[in-house]
T-cell receptor, first 114, second 112 residues
Framework: DGGITQSPKYLFRKEGQNVTLSCEQNLNHDAMYWYRQDPGQGLRLIYYSQIVNDFQKGDIAEGYSVSREKKESFPLTVTSAQKNPTAFYLC?????????????FGPGTRLTVT | QKEVEQNSGPLSVPEGAIASLNCTYSDRGSQSFFWYRQYSGKSPELIMF????GDKEDGRFTAQLNKASQYVSLLIRDSQPSDSATYLC????????????FGSGTRLSIRP
């Protein structure tokens, strides 16, 4: 089955700790994305990558970092510099980078930082 | 700043009726328009996309696009309780490839 996997589903961390969220896809998609969703809000773009070894900041990149060493993988690190990290994190991918390509989402990781 | 606006709802529709969800966008250069359904606690699921003015039908769903007025709508015919969810409208930025902007969503409730 092709799809996008994110792990873990729930993650709990203490304030001041860095944490890495996993995202893997076997759809052979070129582009991958990370979004953050807060309660009652839409999705806000953190980072995106159109090709291996290249990525761009989204609208709320501060306090986050990513890497794209393999086409299939796009991990997100939430650093201690992120002021309000508790949120629902969604990874997505799309077949290409044209403006007409729809994005498909993984199941999400719910991060709670206390 | 590019924006996508949706009425947050909740929109309450009786079972079997037509649910109409609306979305407006600010960037006249936008070319691609998407509707996602999101159940509580779950990730968004793509249900429709539309690129050309007019209507696009897929089963009980119809997407309508009017670029001159900068709005896109989603009609759900014969609404079912399983249609109760939040519906997110998403629009490409019109400038940068790959980036789309999401509205905050409309919560739809189908009452039996």
């Amino acid at each position: 089955d092709g799809g996008i996997t994110q792990s873990p589903k729930y993650l709990f961390r203490k304030e001041g700790q860095n944490v890495t969220l996993s995202c893997e896809q076997n759809l052979n998609h070129d582009a991958m994305y990370w979004y953050r969703q807060d309660p009652g809000q839409g999705l806000r773009l953190i980072y995106y990558s159109q090709i291996v070894n290249d990525f761009q900041k989204g609208d709320i990149a501060e306090g986050y970092s990513v890497s794209r060493e393999k086409k299939e993988s796009f991990p997100l690190t939430v650093t201690s510099a992120q002021k309000n990290p508790t949120a629902f994190y969604l990874c997505a991918s799309s077949i290409g980078t044209g403006i007409s390509y729809e994005q498909y989402f993984g199941p999400g990781t719910r991060l709670t930082v206390t | 700043q590019k924006e996508v606006e949706q009425n947050s709802g909740p929109l309450s529709v009786p079972e079997g009726a037509i649910a109409s969800l609306n979305c407006t966008y600010s960037d006249r250069g936008s070319q691609s328009f998407f509707w996602y359904r999101q159940y509580s606690g779950k990730s968004p699921e793509l249900i429709m996309f539309i690129y050309s003015n007019g209507d696009k039908e897929d089963g009980r769903f119809t997407a309508q696009l009017n670029k001159a007025s900068q709005y896109v709508s989603l009609l759900i015919r014969d609404s079912q309780p399983s249609d109760s969810a939040t519906y997110l409208c998403a629009v490409d930025t019109g400038v940068s490839a790959s980036k789309i902007i999401f509205g905050s969503g409309t919560r739809l409730s189908i009452r039996p």
